[in-house]
């Protein structure tokens, strides 16, 4: 499939909608008809992708918990922009109606398009919103687009970050304080205790003492690779 739509998409730019059942890390795809049920996982994904030859502009997953590390780090290359949810979506997803009509109508350029597929799906599901309407229930939602130019050294400084904490402490003692706090500073998460990416970092950050100036500051760095403003105007601190 994946192929013949990059054979039949001739425009000047491109948009890959996944609009499906979606676990995050687990997995994506996922086939309620089988028993037990089954899912894609993201290295399968990647291999389509990869064996398909299909490289679009913009990636969306209209689907559940896919705004995490692990979908990015498989898939974040694919295309400049990836939209994804850090929660899980309404079970009616965009109005994919409303979009194409205003896409048809404005034409976009990959940025813009970015930009207004999260602010247009967060409208349609406030209150008041004309798809909250259709699916019956105001519920939590967070939808972001990422532009992942940086990922790749962001991720590898990442690992450099948690292999030299794991030198001065044990990173299941680490996480297990994180999961005691996180409780009390929950930003983005589903049942399943997905953390936020950028709240782990500020209490790793917290969870060092002083001494461990070296560790805190490569933290502080990861920040600018994410091109977040942490808001602190104090030196070294996040």
Not at 111 to 122: C, E, G, H, T
């Given at each position: 499939f994946l192929s013949w739509a990059n054979s039949k998409a001739t425009g000047k730019y491109k948009?890959?909608?996944?609009?499906t059942h979606a676990w995050g890390w687990r997995g994506i795809i996922q086939d309620f008809g089988s028993d037990p049920p089954t899912m894609m996982t993201l290295s399968t994904l990647?291999?389509?992708?990869?064996?398909?030859?299909?490289r679009p502009d913009i990636l969306f997953f209209d689907s559940c918990i896919m705004g995490?590390?692990?979908?990015?780090?498989?898939?974040?290359?694919?295309a400049e922009y990836t939209i994804a949810a850090q929660t899980e979506t309404p079970l009616s997803g965009i109005a994919f109606e409303k979009l194409l009509d205003y896409l048809s109508k404005h034409g976009a350029t990959p940025?813009?398009?970015?930009?207004?597929?999260?602010?247009?799906?967060?409208k349609d599901y406030s209150r008041g919103?004309?798809?909250?309407?259709?699916?019956?229930?105001?519920?939590?939602?967070?939808?972001?687009?990422?532009?992942?130019k940086n990922w790749k050294k962001f991720s590898q400084h990442l690992n450099q970050v948690l292999t030299s904490i794991a030198k001065i402490a044990p990173?299941?003692?680490?996480?297990?304080?994180?999961?005691?706090?996180?409780?009390?500073?929950?930003a983005i998460r589903d049942n399943d205790w997905?953390?936020?990416l950028v709240e782990m970092l500020r209490i790793l950050y917290s969870n060092l003492d002083d001494s461990k100036r070296s560790e805190k500051k490569q933290i502080a760095e990861l920040f600018f690779d994410l091109g977040i403003d942490s808001g602190c105007k104090k030196p070294g601190c996040i």
């Open positions: 948009l890959l909608i996944f609009f990647r291999k389509v992708m990869d064996a398909s030859n299909f995490n590390v692990e979908t990015l780090s498989e898939l974040g290359d694919i940025d813009r398009v970015a930009k207004i597929i999260p602010l247009r799906y967060a919103g004309d798809t909250t309407r259709v699916e019956g229930s105001l519920d939590p939602l967070s939808i972001s687009a990422f532009r992942l990173l299941p003692q680490i996480f297990a304080e994180i999961r005691g706090d996180f409780a009390s500073a929950r997905y953390l936020d």
